[in-house]
């Protein structure tokens, strides 16, 4: 009826296989989707140094995380790194499920922000800003999922997935994973937001 052929059905017979096992094929077709296709760029930074070095940008299903030591402006780089990618890619979607700053904080960072790259604007300017572009979760604890239920109303509210889903900060996020200590929890935390 379709004019499909015997070929065609094969194809989506091998993309519905369940179970563990992946051929080389199903990795090759993988990775030419996200990074081995022509023309493939994840997400920018607008770092110039950060760029080069990450020649194909952030790629779906990648998680980078930032460490440094407590109060040493880990939030503030990331809400100027925000900015800087909306610089270039103005339509960006970003989610922020912020664990440990409340909106408030959070919007008081963003605005300072805003400000040293429009000087003069306003709390509406930079309302204006972002309003389109992120959503904020802003409960002090997340399960995997909710953080997964967030992502789906994300994709809902904003009717587009997000292009980047930050969790600030990953300490707090992996207090609700099991494990015997705080590296066993980290790792959980990290493999749950991969997945």
């Known amino acids: 009826k379709y004019g499909k052929q015997k070929e065609d059905f094969d194809y989506l017979f091998s993309k519905s296989k369940g179970g563990l096992l992946v051929t080389v094929n199903q990795a090759y077709d993988k990775w030419l989707e996200v990074e081995g296709g022509e023309g493939i760029i994840g997400l920018r930074f607008n770092i110039p140094d950060l760029d080069k070095s990450m020649n194909y940008g952030l790629l779906p299903g990648q998680v980078m995380s ?5 109060n040493s402006g880990k939030t503030i780089w990331t809400i ?16 922020v499920v912020s664990l440990e700053q409340s909106r408030i904080e959070w919007f008081e960072r963003a605005y300072r922000i805003r400000n040293f790259y429009a000087p003069g604007s306003s709390v509406i300017d930079t309302v204006n800003y972002w ?15 909710e953080l997964r239920d967030c992502m789906d109303q994300y994709t809902y509210e904003a009717g587009a997935p997000a292009d980047l ?3 600030d900060y990953l300490g707090y996020y992996a207090r609700g994973f099991p494990g015997t200590d705080e590296k066993q929890r980290t790792t959980e935390a990290i493999m749950g937001i991969k997945s």
């Open 66 to 70: 930032m460490i440094a030591r407590s």
């Open 80 to 95: 100027n790194m925000f900015e800087r990618m909306k610089m270039i890619k103005p339509d960006i979607k970003i989610l």
């Open 131 to 145: 309003k389109d572009n992120l959503l904020i979760v802003d409960k002090n604890r997340v399960t995997e999922n």
């Open 165 to 167: 889903t930050a969790v």
